[in-house]
């Protein structure tokens, strides 16, 4: 049975054998085809490969006057006033101007071209007691560029402090008066002073102001970025009435460099350094900012709940949209 069943499976025909002979060759003449047929070399084309490597070398060559031209317009856009988007990055133009770093409001500082992170490191400086005392203190402010620190440095005007000898000689002793015997007279100038542009000196010669009071108007005139009317000096803190009512006739103010803030790409801590804006107007400008986009006219400002009316009209000066 064994026999009869291996008979069946393994054996073949005569034209089996043949069928079987005839494949094998054909394997082993496929197998061995490849070598059999000589490979043709490929004719080298001189001509074409140096155009390829001189297009090579002018590709090559464009890519890095490219990368150098991108790397010269990073350092140039760093500057920029109008913001734009290169790379995902943002880059603010830069507003040259003659500034005291003492007194300068977050909005002048942004016009100058200064980061917002920088800004918020000078205003920490300044709150907490320091001072420049020259213009090269401005390069040791952390976070500043270099460069743009050295091209700030000729725009600087410190405003000196007033020293006590020269507060005395705005004193003379008059000649005796019999009815007031110890009266001591001052010599006031006469001129009309812009708030805007004046310094300390200046401001000591009106009547009933001293020097820590013509301080405070100047730090308070840079945090503010400017008055808008005369009225504002009576909101610093220790000028009398009185004194306001003698002055006021004396004084004006020019409103064309009034440093503004926009409220369109302020953020919350550029916003509360303002002296009339606290965390929660702040705050408030932002939601709605993000909530409606941005503002079309600083109007707008009113549709805030919690701006009033005389709040609204106290901030409209110093905003912008643009």
Known sequence: ?????????????????????????????????????????????????????????????????????????????SFDHKQESIHGKAYVKREMFYFDPNTLSAAGWQKLGVPDKTIKTIYNYVSKGGKFRQKGDISKIYGLHPELAKRLMPYIRLTAEPAFTDQRKQYKQPAYTPSRPDYIQTVFSKEIID????????????????????????????????FYEVDQLKEIYGLPDSTFQRIKF???????????????????????????????????????????????RVEDIGAIGIITKDLQTKLLPYFTVN
């Open 1 to 77: 049975m064994y026999k009869q069943i291996v008979k069946d499976y393994f054996s073949f025909t005569k034209k089996e054998r043949l069928a079987i002979i005839v494949l094998m060759a054909l394997i082993f003449v496929i197998f061995l085809l490849p070598y059999l047929i000589p490979q043709r070399k490929p004719v080298m084309d001189i001509a074409a490969l140096r155009n390829v490597q001189k297009e090579l070398t002018r590709s090559h060559n464009e890519a890095d006057t490219s990368h150098n031209q991108n790397l010269q317009a990073d350092a140039d856009l």
């Open 195 to 226: 708030l805007n542009a004046t310094d300390t000196t200046a401001l000591i010669a009106l009547p009933g102001i001293g020097s820590k009071l013509a301080a405070r108007i100047v730090l308070f005139r840079g945090r503010l970025g400017g």
């Open 250 to 296: 004396r004084l004006q103010v020019s409103v064309e460099g009034l440093q503004k803030i926009n409220i369109n790409t302020a953020d919350v801590e550029i916003l509360k350094s303002h002296p009339y804006i606290r965390w929660n107007i702040a705050n408030a400008i932002m939601q709605y900012r993000m909530q409606h986009g941005n503002f079309n």
